[in-house]
Structure formats: C-alpha cells, structure tokens
C-alpha cells in the first residue's frame, strides 16, 4: 500500500526494556520525523532525517536513537523505556514543504 | 526559533453555527503555516497551508484561514459547523526554505453540538 505506516500500532511495554517503533513510507520522500503526542503539549518532535544515514535531534531526543540505512524506512528505539515516555508516536515524511503522518503507535510503559 | 500558541484547548460549538480558532504565531523569520486535522483515533492531515500569494486560504470542506503578519495570525474559520467536524486542530508553522521542521501549537478540541 502506498503511503506511510507505523507498526505496531499498540504496545504495553516494561520500565526498562528496549522498544523500537517502526515507519515506512513508499513515495521516496527525503524527509522523515519523529513526534510524540502528549495532552497539553501538542506534537514535540524527537527526531528527524534528511536522507538515508543523515538524522539530527529535534525538540525531546533524549532517551530515544534512531537510525535510516534506507530512504524508506526510519525507525525509533527507545533504548530503556521510562513512563515518562507513554505517549502516542507519529512518523512523518515530507518531499517538499508539506508532511504526510502515519496512523501512529500508541506506546504504554508499566 | 518559533512558536505558536493556540489559547482555545476546547471549543464547544452547536452544530450548523460559526467557529473559529484561534491561532498566533512567534518568528524571527519568513513563514509557511499550516492548519492539521487530527480525527479520533487517526493520524494527522493537513486541512490547508499558507505558502504565498492570496492571504485567505480555502479547505475542500469549507474551512478558510487567514494569513495576517501584522498580527502574526491564522486563525481558521468555518462559517457552518457539522457533526463531522468533531476533531482536534493543531496549527503549525515551519521556515519556507522547504522540508523544514514544524513546530506545532496545542491543540484545540472541537466539539460539535447536536
């Protein structure tokens, strides 16, 4: 399916364990971000990329690595999870100068 | 660096009434703006953008915002809301020299009353 996607979409994961969230998107966009959703704050974004092996911090990287080997693909690991990172987390690509988002992964940690 | 601020966090309106929603934003440099749609339980789309040219823009659904830079405002209008309508706004801005980051306010919650 054309677009972008993010799986899983649903996770329960424990204090201290190691997540990554996926995102994949078809229309060879250059451009991909990170954001977490949390009430009272908007969209924060985490990280983005400008390529395949280019990444950069956004606004709340701490806590968080990401990696993109290939233009498609651009996922997000939180190396040890803390509650403080529940949150819903949004993919984003851009070819130009608007962002298309994906559906979201809502991400709970006991 | 930028910022905006939406000060509505709720906006309750009966169905088939005016809205608007209020959206100003803070920048040392040239803007694009941008209004998102966030339905439940769904991702973000873009309901419509401010590049350049015409200060008033136009959504397929009948929303407009206006670009005022004296104000530094874009506040996004409907003149009759649905049912449908029912969602969360987030205005946005980025710099205009393409594929830049967004910087997004908080948020208003639209709740349409039967």
């Known amino acids: ?110 | 660096a930028q910022s905006v601020t939406q000060l509505d966090s709720q906006v309750p309106v009966f169905e088939e009434a005016p809205v608007e929603l209020r959206c100003n934003y803070s920048s040392s440099v040239s803007v694009y703006l941008f209004w998102y749609v966030q339905y439940p339980n769904q991702g973000l789309q873009l309901l419509l953008k401010y590049l350049s040219g015409s200060t008033l823009v136009e959504s397929i659904n009948g929303f407009e915002a206006e670009f005022n830079k004296s104000q530094t405002s874009f506040h996004l209008r409907k003149p009759s809301v649905h049912i449908s309508d029912t969602a969360e706004y987030f205005c946005a801005v980025s710099g205009i020299f393409g594929n830049e980051k967004l910087t997004f306010g908080t948020g208003t919650r639209l709740t349409i009353i039967p």
Request: proline letters at 4%; hydrophobic letters at 30%; a neutral charge.
């Open chain 1, 1 to 110: 399916d054309a677009g972008i996607t993010q799986s899983p979409r649903y996770k329960i994961t424990e204090t201290g364990r190691q997540v990554t969230l996926m995102c994949h998107q078809t229309w060879s966009h250059s451009y991909m971000f990170w954001y977490r959703q949390d009430l009272g704050h908007g969209l924060r974004l985490i990280y983005y990329s400008a390529a395949a092996d280019i990444t950069d911090k956004g606004e709340v990287p701490d806590g968080y690595v990401v990696s993109r080997s290939k233009t498609e693909n651009f996922p997000l690991t939180l190396e040890s999870a803390t509650r403080s990172q529940t949150s819903v987390y949004f993919c984003a690509s851009s070819g130009s100068y608007e962002q298309y988002f994906g559906p979201g992964t809502r991400l709970t940690v006991t």
